[in-house]
């Protein structure tokens, strides 16, 4: 068993890296402008087919390790409130719901997926996994996010109004008129009308599996979701990691997007890139900026991911912090 990785931040050098990378001939296929008006988009139904049957392929498990390492890069899920909320999008087997419950044992996940085999895999591994007083706190739906948002009992209309316009008091300084039990659970719990919405929303390596022209949709269900101050915690594919340079030529769908031979597809995130689509979406930024890489995956140009925390609903009870980290 190998040794556990080595991260760094503030010691590593993306624009070397990026020179390495976009000056090697062998790679440049990557950077070249890709045709706009692609042929044809494949449909919501076949992107959810391909998940499914990537799925039934590792229907074993063995390819999903449990992402041990979250409660470490995103110490809010430790530090949080009692009986505080997640929702964990795209769960696949519960490689990160698991860490979360483990970790924390008043805090309630609701997990979706598109793919209902993947969802059958998270209940067995929760199942087997020992992890007490789970029944009650672990809830899996079935949901594609970038194509039908999130159900109503989410976060029904009412709340989602209700969220907005304590965004809107925030920045009219309108203290006075706000409903205090906006963001009370136990309230919303008394109404019965939905969970009251969400303190946490988990993107991890989920976002890159979107077609691009559907991020922005998804990450305005996302923000509609989150309560007032919520943070959405995100994870997932940099620019130059080395999956993105496994990928051939004819494996491109556009810019930095690429689609495996099974269908399923990736996206390679830059930072500015994520900052867009984030607060293009009313997320509020308000972020610091750090590099990581694993000094074991260095000589082979590192897997590098960008990792970011967004504070949700320009409510910042405390501030948000942007990562980016080795997968």
């Known amino acids: 068993m190998g040794r556990e990785p080595e991260y760094f931040s503030k010691d590593f050098d993306w624009e070397k890296l990026k020179q390495e990378v976009e000056s090697n001939p062998s790679l440049s296929y990557h950077f070249q402008p890709f045709d706009s008006n692609p042929p044809s ?5 076949q992107d959810s087919q391909a998940w499914k049957q990537f799925h039934i392929r590792h229907s074993t498990g063995r390819f999903f390790k449990e992402r041990r ?25 519960g490689s990160t719901a698991l860490p979360i419950l483990r970790g924390r044992d008043n805090i309630t996940i609701y997990a979706c997926d598109c793919s209902n085999e993947a969802l059958e895999r998270a209940n067995k ?52 008129n706000q409903d205090p039990s906006l963001n009370n659970s136990s309230s919303l719990g008394e109404r019965k009308c939905c969970t009251g919405g969400v303190d946490f929303v988990t993107l991890i390596f989920t976002l890159s599996a979107v077609p691009l022209h559907r991020m922005p949709s998804a990450l305005r269900e996302c923000f509609s979701v989150l309560k007032p101050g919520g943070l959405l915690l995100f994870r997932d594919y940099g620019l130059y990691d080395m999956t993105m340079l496994r990928f051939e030529l ?22 500015d890139t994520v900052r867009d689509l984030f607060t293009g979406s ?5 972020l610091s900026l750090n ?22 609903n320009f409510r910042n009870p405390f501030d948000a912090i942007l990562y980016n980290f080795v997968h």
């Open 125 to 176: 591994m929760i199942e087997v996994s020992n992890v007490g007083s789970v029944a009650h706190r672990f809830h899996l739906f079935h949901c594609d996010f970038s194509t039908n948002g999130f159900p109503k009992w989410l976060a029904c209309d009412s709340c989602q109004g209700n969220f907005l316009q304590k965004q809107h008091d925030q920045f009219s300084d309108a203290e006075a």
């Open 282 to 286: 009313g997320f509020n930024e308000g």
């Open 41 to 45: 988009l494949p449909s919501p139904s």
């Open 250 to 271: 004819d494996k491109r769908v556009g810019f930095r997007e690429y689609m495996r031979f099974d269908g399923t597809r990736s996206y390679f995130f830059c930072v």
């Open 291 to 312: 590099i990581a890489v694993s000094n074991q995956q260095i000589a082979e140009l590192g897997r590098v991911c960008v990792e970011f925390g967004f504070m949700g």
């Open 69 to 93: 390492y979250l409660l470490k890069e995103f110490p809010e899920l430790l530090s949080c409130d009692e009986y505080s909320k997640v929702l964990e999008v795209g769960c696949g087997n």
